[in-house]
């Protein structure tokens, strides 16, 4: 089946830092999906994205499609401590399928 | 608006018991997806309904099923619980229609423990 691999697996920054982390597949997505999941909670969608290329922003977050189809980027510009928490990728081959969560990559911020 | 709801919060039940779990989807969301979401792991997909049907499902097993009303809300259902079955399962919603049926969105999550 479909597999995703997210990396850092995590990460420790400080206040201010950019942050980068990727995901990546053996499968060619048509949607790529960017939540982000505070303990206790269920994850919140931060970003989607629907074509090979497409570069889209929600505040200090933007996230990429990759050209390959295979991979999607997400970045987080001068981050803060309520950024704290675990982020997820998902994407699916075609409309109509059900969605692939990679295996997250934990975000830690210091003060 | 209201956002996509669960009940319980939590939930303790012992080897063999039967659970269900509850959803209702976010206002103008006709497509309910479940998942579970082991500690440390992603979540995983167990399946979708729509217009009251099973639509798709995960790699699961036959003691999780499930059921949709028609007033769209879910209801999950897993019979002789073993103890890997302890994770958070987690309700999430979409449209079926107007544009982007992609973007689901999730609820709180249901955490089971079992003993």
């Given at each position: 089946?479909?597999?995703?691999?997210?990396?850092?697996?995590?990460m420790?920054?400080?206040?201010?830092?950019?942050?980068?982390?990727?995901?990546?597949?053996?499968?060619?997505?048509?949607?790529?999906?960017?939540?982000?999941?505070?303990?206790?909670?269920?994850?919140?969608?931060?970003?989607?994205?629907?074509?090979?290329?497409?570069?889209?922003?929600n505040?200090?977050?933007?996230?990429?499609?990759?050209?390959?189809?295979k991979?999607?980027?997400?970045?987080?510009?001068?981050?803060?401590?309520?950024?704290?928490?675990?982020y997820?990728?998902?994407?699916?081959?075609?409309?109509?399928?059900?969605?692939?969560?990679?295996?997250?990559?934990?975000?830690?911020?210091?003060p | 608006d209201?956002?996509?709801t669960?009940?319980?919060?939590?939930?303790?039940?012992t080897?063999?018991?039967?659970?269900?779990?509850?959803?209702?989807?976010?206002?103008?969301?006709?497509?309910?997806?479940?998942?579970?979401?082991?500690?440390?792991?992603?979540?995983?997909?167990?399946?979708?309904?729509?217009?009251?049907?099973?639509?798709?499902?995960?790699?699961?097993?036959?003691?999780?099923?499930?059921?949709?009303?028609?007033?769209?809300?879910?209801?999950?259902?897993v019979?002789a619980?073993l103890?890997?079955?302890s994770?958070?399962?987690?309700c999430a919603s979409?449209?079926?229609?107007g544009?982007?049926?992609?973007?689901?969105?999730?609820?709180?999550?249901?955490?089971?423990?079992?003993?």
């Open positions: 089946g479909q597999q995703l691999n997210q990396s850092p697996q995590s420790f920054i400080q206040e201010g830092e950019d942050v980068s982390m990727n995901c990546t597949s053996s499968s060619i997505f048509n949607t790529w999906l960017w939540y982000k999941q505070d303990p206790g909670e269920g994850p919140v969608l931060l970003i989607a994205l629907y074509k090979a290329g497409e570069l889209t922003s505040g200090r977050l933007t996230a990429q499609f990759g050209i390959t189809r991979d999607s980027f997400l970045n987080i510009s001068a981050s803060i401590p309520s950024d704290v928490g675990i997820f990728c998902a994407g699916r081959v075609r409309s109509g399928q059900n969605f692939v969560f990679g295996p997250g990559t934990r975000l830690s911020v210091l | 209201a956002g996509v669960q009940s319980p919060t939590h939930l303790i039940k080897r063999g018991q039967q659970v269900t779990l509850r959803c209702s989807p976010k206002s103008g969301h006709d497509t309910v997806s479940w998942y579970q979401q082991a500690l440390g792991q992603g979540p995983q997909f167990i399946f979708q309904y729509y217009e009251e049907e099973e639509r798709q499902r995960g790699n699961f097993p036959d003691r999780f099923s499930g059921h949709q009303f028609p007033n769209y809300s879910s209801e999950l259902n019979n619980l103890l890997g079955d994770a958070l399962y987690l979409s449209p079926s229609w544009g982007r049926t992609d973007t689901q969105y999730f609820g709180p999550g249901t955490r089971l423990t079992v003993l």
